[in-house]
């Protein structure tokens, strides 16, 4: 029997690379995202090689992750993995420019909708227990702060705890618990962070050498193949080109 893995956010991105990295292994997957026109896609591309279940999903509707979930068929109704990836930032100026709508998405989607997923798959990881994983995707934003991390470092620093804190509840049930936290990463994340600003975009990543989404799908897939007694807390991965800035001092 294929082992399954549960993955939000499979439309781009660190999902979809996540995905085609659990295939090439031979893992079934079920996959979500809003936008079913990509999952279709996605799902042509990689169904001759395993059982692919799609579904159009927000992950802020508690109503429909449940009813995805709990509705699930054979061979999809075991998941031994759950990526926790679908996300976002928006609003990259500073805190007192944003609007209340962006803070109000970002938390829906990256705190709330988080939440909403765990709740409805963890019975399925507890059905198998030892060896199952949850796989958060945080980000470096959620340690450390910086200018216009506002509301989004703050979901990512829930995500973060939220992670270690099922840690606890769940030690002796056999299910793992990770937090895993990237640095810059090229995938439509900026564009999305941006409204819609390709220029930006590739300003920001075209002069250095970011992150690929296979890099992060290929440290999922580790994390979530690792012998049953290993669990990795945290995972932060930060481009070579990618580090640490001074303080900020306002001076007169
Ligand atoms: P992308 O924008 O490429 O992918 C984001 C994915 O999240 C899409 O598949 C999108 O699908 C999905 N998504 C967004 N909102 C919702 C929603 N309400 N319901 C369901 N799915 C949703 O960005 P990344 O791949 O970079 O982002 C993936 C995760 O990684 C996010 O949690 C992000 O915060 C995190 N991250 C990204 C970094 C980066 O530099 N790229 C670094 C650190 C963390 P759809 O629009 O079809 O719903
Ligand atoms: C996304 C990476 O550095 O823009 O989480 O916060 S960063």
């Given at each position: 029997m294929s082992k399954?893995?549960?993955?939000?956010?499979?439309?781009?991105?660190?999902?979809?690379a996540t995905a085609r990295r659990f295939a090439e292994a031979g893992w079934a997957l079920v996959l979500s995202g809003r936008r079913l026109e990509r999952l279709e896609e996605l799902k042509a591309e990689l169904?001759?090689?395993?059982?692919?279940?799609?579904?159009?999903?927000?992950?802020?509707?508690?109503?429909?992750?449940?009813?995805?979930?709990?509705?699930?068929?054979?061979?999809?109704d075991r998941i031994d993995v759950l990526v926790n990836n679908a996300g976002l930032a928006l609003a990259p100026e500073?805190?007192?420019?944003?609007?209340?709508?962006?803070?109000?998405?970002?938390?829906?989607?990256?705190?709330?909708?988080?939440?909403?997923?765990?709740?409805a798959v963890l019975p399925?990881?507890?059905?198998?227990g030892k060896g199952?994983?949850?796989?958060?995707?945080?980000?470096?934003?959620?340690?450390?702060?910086?200018?216009?991390?506002?509301?989004y470092g703050a979901t990512k620093a829930f995500v973060k705890q939220f992670s270690f804190n099922l840690r606890c509840d769940l030690v002796s049930?056999?299910?793992?618990?990770?937090?895993?936290?990237?640095?810059?990463?090229?995938?439509?994340?900026?564009?999305?962070?941006?409204?819609g600003n390709q220029a930006a975009s590739d300003a920001l990543y075209g002069t250095t050498t970011p992150l690929t989404?296979?890099?992060?799908?290929?440290?999922?897939?580790?994390?979530?193949t690792l012998p049953d007694h290993i669990n990795i807390n945290?995972?932060?991965?930060m481009p070579s080109r990618q580090a640490w800035s001074p303080f900020a001092i306002d001076r007169d």
């Open positions: 399954v893995a549960f993955i939000t956010g499979a439309t781009s991105g660190f999902g979809r169904q001759d090689q395993v059982p692919v279940h799609i579904a159009a999903l927000d992950v802020r509707d508690a109503a429909a992750v449940k009813a995805l979930v709990d509705g699930l068929q054979a061979p999809f500073a805190a007192q420019k944003v609007a209340l709508e962006d803070w109000h998405t970002m938390i829906d989607t990256n705190v709330t909708g988080l939440v909403n997923v765990t709740h399925k990881l507890l059905e198998i199952t994983s949850i796989i958060n995707i945080g980000s470096v934003a959620g340690e450390w702060p910086y200018p216009g991390g506002h509301v049930t056999g299910v793992r618990v990770t937090d895993i936290a990237p640095g810059m990463a090229e995938t439509e994340f900026t564009l999305v962070r941006t409204k989404a296979e890099d992060i799908a290929e440290q999922i897939f580790y994390v979530a945290r995972l932060e991965i």
